[in-house]
């Protein structure tokens, strides 16, 4: 979807100015929107728990859901950290930061335990995106007191709990108008979230997938990460006491983990090319119908539907590098139709695609749909 070429009332420019402004409104304690290379992020003082209540309060995100912390290139990490920095962190950050990789590591017992819903890990980041990097660059932490460049933002995405993340800064306008100033970046390069890795437990678990896949952690890290169905599989067969045993602790909750989560206005199922056809020959003559496949079924719903106005086919990316960039906000596009239902066809089952799939899964299971 192009950039619809105005800008949002709230919007700062991302001049010296702008971003000087935009450092003394988070050292104060404020809020603000800021892009990112995944996603918008809401972001406060990391050290301020009074500011991270306050996202906790605009999101109305659950107070034990943790957000995560991002850091300039140059932040001092051991600031953050409790302990030394596991080697296969700093073999992560050397291969993937700036970038889309968030580490989960133990978090240092003066950071406020705010930003990690009460537990003892923290997450970490560094934005690839230039104006996150010049905003995290000019920040100075509680009060501009410290060093500029050693505060941490803390920024879960700038949208209500739940909802698909923006990915322009009209989209954070949509959700919390004038509320909040936000930083206009333009459009958001991947457009879902990051990958988020857990290395606080003694060994690699990828939690959430994302832009930096598990076979490109692999490498760097000499081994496959643990993934969510392996984890939940040494759950389910050695019991929790087993899999604490090993881990020292259950997994982090973090960020986007949620089983509904990701969510439009707009109910959405996830089906196969057939179920999707046979979807669109049950529905009602007069119910607004989108359908996102890719060139293959688009094409054959378009040869079927074409002449019906109700029924509307997209035809999405056929790679899913492409497909991550347009889909929030073709999502947040459909929300402003008249469309009642959205019928996404199911992506496939490959690493290259796990991320969309992930999200995409989070994001039907807030309607539960089925067809009879």
């Known amino acids: 979807m192009p950039d619809s070429g105005c800008c949002p009332p709230t919007a700062l420019p991302v001049d010296e100015s702008g971003i000087a402004h935009a450092a003394h409104l988070l050292e104060r304690g404020e809020l603000l929107a800021f892009p990112t290379e995944t996603v918008y992020g809401l972001g406060a003082d990391a050290e301020n728990p009074a500011a991270i209540a306050r996202i906790y309060a605009a999101k109305g995100r659950p107070l034990n859901h943790p957000v995560i912390v991002h850091l300039a290139p140059d932040a001092d990490l051991a600031y953050w950290v409790s302990g030394a920095l596991p080697l296969s962190a700093r073999a992560l950050i050397d291969a993937f930061w700036p970038g889309p990789l968030t580490l989960i590591l133990s978090r240092a017992a003066h950071i406020p335990d705010a930003v990690s819903g009460g537990q003892s890990s923290i997450g970490l980041r560094c934005p690839a995106h230039p104006v996150a990097q010049a905003l995290l660059s000019a920040f100075r932490g509680p009060g501009g007191k410290r060093k500029r ?98 881990s020292g602790e259950s997994a982090p909750r973090v960020s986007g983990t949620l089983r509904a989560h990701y969510a439009p206005r707009i109910p959405l199922a996830l089906f196969t090319a057939d179920e999707i056809m046979h979807a669109l020959r049950m529905r009602t003559q007069d119910q607004p119908v989108v359908v996102i496949a890719r060139a293959r079924l688009a094409e054959r719903c378009a040869m079927q539907w074409a002449q019906c106005a109700k029924v509307r086919i997209i035809a999405a990316a056929e790679e899913p590098h492409a497909y991550a960039h347009e889909l929030y906000s073709l999502l947040r596009t459909l929300e402003n139709t008249d469309a009642e239902r959205i019928l996404i066809e199911q992506l496939p089952a490959e690493p290259e695609w796990a991320a969309l799939n992930d999200r995409l899964g989070r994001a039907a299971a807030a309607f539960n749909l089925s067809e009879s």
Do not use: W
């Not at 995405?157 to 909040?180: I, K, L, W």
């Not at 952690?217 to 090993?246: F, R, S, T």
């Open 149 to 246: 460049g050693q505060g941490g933002v803390a920024a879960p995405s700038a949208n209500r709990f739940g909802r698909v993340s923006p990915t322009r800064a009209q989209h954070v306008y949509d959700e919390f108008g004038v509320t909040v100033p936000v930083l206009d970046g333009g459009a958001c390069a991947v457009g879902i979230e990051s990958t988020i890795l857990d290395l606080s437990r003694g060994f690699p678990a990828l939690l959430r997938p994302g832009g930096i896949s598990a076979e490109q952690l692999a490498e760097v890290l000499g081994e496959m990460p643990q993934l969510p169905m392996q984890l939940n599989a040494v759950h389910a067969k050695e019991g929790k006491e087993a899999l604490h045993a090993k």
